[in-house]
């Protein structure tokens, strides 16, 4: 079975909103890190669940932190009418230092651990985009608590066909790096089936409504 | 902040202090907002003398910079922002439920939520924090955690005499051939067998049988060194493991194991019963393709010891 | 007569979300370009007099077409449309020419600000 596709005009408007929600998120990155983050062009395509590790490590690839074997991973869910995960990668040299990155002080690394930062950084990160996205959509996201997927681990072993409980899923990915640090991570959503046909619906209505 | 009446609100006031989760909220100077019962009961603090207090005031003992800087966050970018037990076990530090059944938790786990209340034009005006009690949770994976410790230990034991088991010894042999061409380290194995051990069983039976493979195994373990490694190969066979030693070495420690075993006779519940062992030592060289090579080089020197009148030790060099 | 006004985005949504954003009875002709090097011809044809540019772009990015009207010392009123909304892009973008810097998507109410400000109403 393959799925239908998206029309051009409901890719180009999913995509769009994606942009705008990843500047915010970028906005939002750039703030906590005070830095100038480079945003790359999102992605927007239905994959199955075959080849969405493929699909995802060729992105990772083509960056600079880009070793797809050696990948730190947070998970979250995010659920309403729409649901999916959001996944945080991060390479292996783009979580090494984050509290220096951070500029924390000594007195605030004693008070938290380098996990802890990790899951805060994927949190804010996929909340700016999900956020952003659920305010175009005109809906409103609940969040589980993000959770540590693996360390240092492969894409290809992070997203295993066989434990994936779906067999297409609408994938939105987005990447982010540092201009002046050698940090970057790549964002991806994950949204299974029934999502796929909900978004149509909503990008049907925005379309129209223009 | 406050309810604007209807039944509806009355019931929501009722749900969010009663609810068995942590409710606080504080505004952006960090003043307590709202305590529900769950936080007042656990932390002794009754919501009249809350409200309106420093959240830090309160409780002093908060990681004030990491919780300030979080707080901001959310503050600021309007995100849900979480905390976890496996990072950090506790915001708050309550005692548990658990007083009787969990001496090793000393204090609640908490899993926390950070959630942005908004006014009507949409500033974040308070921040929300949801205290949840995982302490069983906590429990039941530490419990989980020690038992997968136990069962890969038993994995690579011998029930019976706690030392590592066939699949564990020849792994462990494999390992070290490959370190010994790597390094260019000598190394030697002993297979040994208990004489007559078959006799032992049929006159003394199998409990007297197993006292004494428990009393050989200390003997054995008693006189070997650090890094040497002992495991049972079968049912009264057993393998040694000695890296950087060579044959004559090997024959050395062979032989105080010997002794060691005929020394003096094993006490068992069927009275004290006299024992020795066989050994054939085997030192690793450039013909020797793998560690079944050697463990077959090292197992027909024990079979000629045998042939030779048991107790003795047997050496891949002495002709065979 | 009509006010030629280039619209510049690789989205069609997002040229039509920003087009919605004009100020109704605003007297204008609208041209739409889907990339840098397409919008520098279009406005070579005499089609914009106004440009609304986007940053993010295959073929020409929106920084590429500021600097190219540098270069070529042409005379564009240029309000850059984004995405990016951190503070060093909209510093770029004034640093290379744009007169204004408005966040996707287009509210009118900002939008008729910055047209008022400079006389286009």
Redesign the interface.
């Known amino acids: 079975m393959s799925f239908q596709d998206y029309t051009p005009?409901q890719e180009?408007?999913l995509?769009?909103v994606v942009?705008?929600a990843?500047?915010?998120a970028?906005?939002?990155l750039?703030?906590?890190l005070d830095s100038?983050?480079a945003?790359s062009?999102p992605r927007v395509r239905i994959v199955s669940a075959q080849d969405v590790a493929d699909a995802v490590a060729e992105m990772i690839s083509g960056t600079r932190e880009g070793d797809p074997e050696q990948m730190t991973a947070v998970r979250q869910a995010f659920f309403n009418n729409l649901r999916g995960e959001s996944i945080v990668l991060f390479g292996a040299g783009g979580c090494d230092d984050l509290a220096d990155l951070l500029g924390h002080d000594q007195?605030?690394a004693q008070?938290?651990?380098n996990?802890?930062l990790l899951?805060?950084v994927a949190?804010?990160l996929s909340?700016?985009v999900l956020?952003g996205i659920a305010q175009?959509l005109e809906t409103d996201f609940a969040?589980s608590?993000?959770?540590l997927m693996a360390r240092g681990g492969s894409v290809q072993d992070l997203l295993n066909p066989e434990m994936l409980g779906w067999e297409y899923a609408l994938l939105v990915e987005v990447n982010f790096s540092l201009e002046a640090r050698g940090f970057s991570c790549h964002l991806v959503l994950l949204m299974p089936e029934t999502s796929i046909d909900l978004m149509r619906e909503v990008l049907d209505r925005?379309?129209e409504a223009? | 902040m406050s309810g604007d009446g209807g039944p509806d609100s009355e019931l929501l006031e009722v749900i969010v202090d009663r609810v068995n989760v942590g409710v606080l909220v504080v505004d952006e100077r960090f003043a307590v907002a709202r305590w529900n019962r769950f936080m007042a009961m656990h932390s002794g603090i009754a919501p009249l003398e809350a409200l309106g207090r420093d959240l830090f005031e309160l409780f002093p003992d908060l990681p004030r910079r990491w919780l300030t800087q979080k707080l901001r966050s959310v503050f600021l970018l309007g995100n849900y922002a979480f905390t976890s037990w496996e990072q950090r076990p506790y915001l708050f530090r309550f005692p548990h439920n658990r007083p009787a059944t969990a001496a090793s938790v000393d204090c609640m786990r908490q899993d926390c939520t950070f959630i942005p209340i908004r006014d009507a034009t949409d500033r974040v005006t308070h921040v929300c924090i949801t205290v949840t009690d995982v302490t069983d949770a906590c429990i039941y994976q530490m419990q989980l955690l020690d038992a997968m410790r136990r069962l890969e230990e038993m994995s690579v034991r011998d029930a019976l005499t706690g030392i590592f088991n066939r699949g564990h010894i020849e792994a462990r042999l494999r390992d070290e051939v490959a370190r010994s061409r790597r390094h260019g380290d000598p190394l030697s194995v002993i297979l040994l067998d208990v004489d007559d051990f078959k006799r032992v069983n049929d006159r003394h039976g199998h409990k007297a049988g197993d006292t004494v493979l428990r009393e050989v195994v200390r003997r054995i373990t008693g006189n070997l060194r650090q890094h040497d490694v002992c495991g049972r190969y079968g049912g009264e066979e057993f393998t040694v493991v000695l890296p950087g030693t060579d044959l004559p070495s090997a024959r050395v420690v062979a032989e105080r194991l010997r002794r060691a075993v005929a020394c003096q006779a094993v006490e068992t519940s069927a009275g004290p019963i006299k024992l020795s062992i066989t050994l054939g030592v085997a030192q690793l060289d450039p013909d020797t393709i793998d560690h079944e090579m050697l463990l077959d080089r090292a197992d027909r020197a024990l079979y000629q010891g045998k042939r030779a009148g048991r107790d003795r030790v047997m050496t891949a060099a002495d002709g065979c | 007569m009509a006010l030629p006004v280039l619209v510049v985005d690789d989205s069609s949504m997002s040229r039509k979300l920003t087009i919605r954003a004009f100020p109704e009875g605003w007297d204008v002709d609208i041209t739409q370009a889907a990339n840098g090097r397409e919008a520098l011809e279009r406005f070579e044809q005499g089609r914009g007099h106004v440009m609304f540019l986007d940053l993010t772009m295959p073929d020409m990015d929106g920084f590429g077409v500021l600097s190219e009207i540098r270069r070529r010392g042409l005379d564009c009123f240029v309000i850059v449309v984004s995405a990016d909304i951190q503070p060093k892009a909209e510093e770029r973008s004034r640093d290379l020419g744009a007169m204004a810097f408005l966040r996707k998507p287009v509210q009118a109410a900002e939008l008729r600000a910055v047209l008022t400000e400079y006389g286009f109403l």
Request: glycine residues 8%; aromatic residues 4%; negative net charge.
């Open positions: 005009d180009d408007a995509q769009e942009n705008i990843m500047g915010q970028g906005s939002a750039a703030h906590i100038y983050v945003l062009v007195a605030l008070e938290e651990t996990e802890e899951l805060d949190n804010i909340g700016a956020n175009q969040y608590a993000p959770t925005m379309l223009l």
